[in-house]
């Protein structure tokens, strides 16, 4: 089974939510952002546990991006893929993210079928600042370039780049009881998101790839792009694996703050 592969850039529109779980690859634009997906299901199944997510606001300034590994395959997780949606929908109006992680957590929480949400990391970005608010629900941490330093190292709440919010309109940000951290990304900046699937992608010998080795591979990526270090860190992975089959669905969402050209 091939690929989804759109010959053109996905340009989401004001209120516009796209995702799922599908077979998918292609590039995408949301307010301040370029974008890049890669979601490959296990054992080429259509559909997977990995659930992706990508919001623009209806004044086309804030991106919300929303990256989970949702337990169990099937129905079930599509069943889940369409509550995230529409729960995005529900909230594509706001920056802030805290209602949306309770909408989240209480709506699986209360699932007849017992489906809920592995792992989580939430994103929203506020174009006209830079600044990046996430939340992280026991997902393995994204993988940051920050092109200042020309560095890369992993997001973590505890990160000691964490800013406090100011200067945002009034409203956009109300007390919440969830852990929330907000960064700035500067013009050139990079995340990939990824699932467990690439982190703990093992090779023919039976070794995991893990986080130390992923940060590594990750400073040998090239950061021109949003498409070309998530296709780069896609292929370093397969390379890595070799011949060993894949064990877990594997999803790469890459976003990048671009750089402003000047006029000749």
């Given at each position: ?5 759109e ?7 004001c ?6 779980n599908?077979l998918?690859?292609?590039?995408a634009?949301?307010?301040?952002l370029?974008?890049?997906?890669s979601?490959?299901?296990l ?5 997977g546990?990995?659930v ?18 949702v337990?169990?395959?099937?129905e ?13 929908r529900?909230?594509v ?13 209480e ?23 830079g ?12 993988l940051?370039?920050r092109a200042?330093a020309r ?15 100011v200067?945002?309109?009034?409203g ?9 951290t ?10 990939l998101?990824y ?10 010998s ?9 940060l590594?591979?990750a ?8 498409v070309?270090?998530?296709e780069a ?6 390379e890595?694996s070799?011949?060993a089959?894949a ?7 890459a976003?990048q703050?671009?750089?402003k050209?000047g006029?000749?």
């Amino acid at each position: 089974m091939t690929i989804e592969q759109e010959n053109r850039i996905c340009q989401l529109s004001c209120s516009e939510v796209r995702g799922g779980n599908d077979l998918a690859a292609y590039e995408a634009e949301l307010p301040g952002l370029a974008g890049w997906v890669s979601c490959q299901p296990l054992q080429r199944s259509r559909r997977g546990g990995d659930v992706y997510y990508m919001s623009a606001c209806s004044q086309g300034v804030v991106a919300r991006v929303v990256l989970a590994d949702v337990a169990g395959h099937g129905e079930a997780v599509s069943a889940a893929a369409i509550r995230l949606r529409d729960a995005l929908r529900n909230h594509v109006e706001h920056w802030d993210q805290s209602r949306l992680i309770r909408h989240l957590n209480e709506d699986f929480l209360t699932d007849s079928r017992n489906v809920q949400f592995a792992t989580a990391f939430l994103a929203s970005y506020y174009a006209e600042s830079g600044e990046l608010l996430f939340t992280n629900a026991g997902h393995v941490p994204p993988l940051w370039y920050r092109a200042a330093a020309r560095d890369w190292d992993y997001l973590h709440d505890s990160t000691p780049m964490s800013k406090e919010i100011v200067d945002l309109p009034l409203g956009m940000v109300s007390g919440t009881s969830y852990s929330q951290t907000a960064v700035e990304l500067e013009p050139g900046d990079l995340l990939l998101l990824y699932t467990d699937g690439i982190s703990e992608a093992r090779d023919e010998s039976g070794s995991q790839l893990g986080l130390d080795r992923l940060l590594s591979l990750a400073r040998n990526l090239p950061v021109d792009s949003a498409v070309a270090a998530g296709e780069a860190l896609v292929a370093a992975t397969a390379e890595f694996s070799g011949a060993a089959p894949a064990t877990d669905d594997q999803t790469v969402v890459a976003l990048q703050r671009p750089v402003k050209r000047g006029r000749r």
